[in-house]
């Protein structure tokens, strides 16, 4: 019997070229870019991009893949919910 958690899940794939070109799938969606800064909602958790001169090339989340380029200094992942915490007045934090 399959695990029915893993129906609806894409492979996640990560290629990195000579830290200048990049493709990603598995992406689930796009929650903020600039020239700095790419994060990413993949099936493995939140994925931060930071370099520079980054831009976004190719989008299609109904496959799930996004090309990029510009210069990779680091990818870091996290859990999904992490960056919900990041809109989160000081308020709202502390009456949780």
Known sequence: MEDLNNINKRTHKLILQNRRTCTISGVTDVLSFDISE???????????????????NRLTLDKGEV?????????T??????YQGKNESLLQKLFR
């Open 38 to 56: 790419i994060i990413l909602e993949t099936d493995q958790g939140m994925l931060m991009i930071k370099g520079s001169e980054l831009h976004v």
């Open 67 to 75: 090309d990029l380029d510009g210069r990779v200094d680091s990818f």
């Open 77 to 82: 992942y996290s859990e999904t919910g992490a």
